[in-house]
């Protein structure tokens, strides 16, 4: 990782319960930012934001649901992390643990009330190498070269503006970062996503596939994607909307 890019990264450190002011979300796909006009549509139905609890974290452990993911997702001490939709934080807390003191996780959401309370969970547990940041619909708002892992676990259906998301995102891995989706195939609007259309996605922006797996315990999948060729520009982004209807 580069020098400036870390320094970046522990400024945010530095204040770890400070919350950046981030758009509130949209009612409609007709409410869109103006941020987000210069990128072609999603074209697909969106699921509403649920609730910040996927399942209660004592099942999750039980079925090895973290660790699985981490270790799927080659998380070692020092490894720095962006946990995007990190709600009540169960993958924050335990990537804290795995990164060690060394390592770094940036917690970022756009609920502001989840974020506060994981603010105080990361207080109460004196965990010193997270940082909570809240994000947009339509952008991350991640530091620059920064991370070696992004995960977004259950949340990038939620996505309204995936197109903008996903290419904004982009600047923020290191070299030979990755980003770790697991999600459920489901169609949109039902808290999931057909593996497909998530692959079709990342594609127009300037990823590719690098790992998949369909063996949680609790059901759903891992997608690993790394960066490939130039990022386009965002007029010239291909969707994925003649291939893959709403539905």
């Given at each position: 990782m580069r020098t400036n890019a870390r320094l970046s990264f522990l400024a945010i450190i530095a204040v770890p319960l400070l919350l950046v002011s981030g758009c509130t979300p949209a009612g409609t796909?007709?409410?869109?930012?103006?941020?987000?006009?210069?990128?072609?549509r999603a074209e697909r139905l969106v699921s509403t934001a649920g609730d910040t609890e996927f399942s209660t974290e004592a099942a999750r452990d039980e079925a090895g649901e973290a660790e699985f993911?981490?270790?799927w997702a080659g998380i070692q001490l020092g490894t720095t992390v962006a946990d995007i939709g990190a709600g009540e934080?169960?993958?924050?807390?335990?990537?804290a643990d795995r990164v060690g003191p060394k390592g770094r996780v940036l917690a970022q959401d756009i609920n502001r009330d989840a974020l506060d309370r994981l603010g105080d969970?990361?207080?109460?547990?004196q965990l010193?190498?997270?940082a909570i940041k809240e994000g947009a619909l339509d952008d991350p708002r991640l530091p620059e070269n920064s991370f070696d892992r992004v995960f977004m676990v259950h949340m990038y259906h939620e996505i309204s503006e995936p197109?903008?998301?996903?290419?904004?995102?982009r600047p923020a891995l290191a070299k030979g970062g990755q980003v770790i989706v697991v999600d459920r195939d489901r169609p949109t609007a039902q808290h999931g996503i057909p593996p497909k259309l998530l692959f079709c996605e990342f594609d127009a922006?300037?990823?590719?596939l690098t790992g998949f797996t369909e063996q949680l315990k609790l059901g759903g999948y891992i997608a690993r994607f790394e960066v490939?060729?130039?990022?386009?520009?965002?007029?010239k982004i291909k969707t994925c909307a003649s291939r893959y209807p709403q539905n």
């Open positions: 796909a007709d409410e869109r930012s103006e941020s987000a006009e210069a990128f072609p993911v981490m270790d934080g169960y993958y924050t807390i335990r990537l969970r990361v207080t109460r547990e010193d190498n997270v197109y903008a998301f996903l290419w904004r995102m922006v300037g990823y590719r490939s060729g130039q990022r386009p520009e965002p007029s």
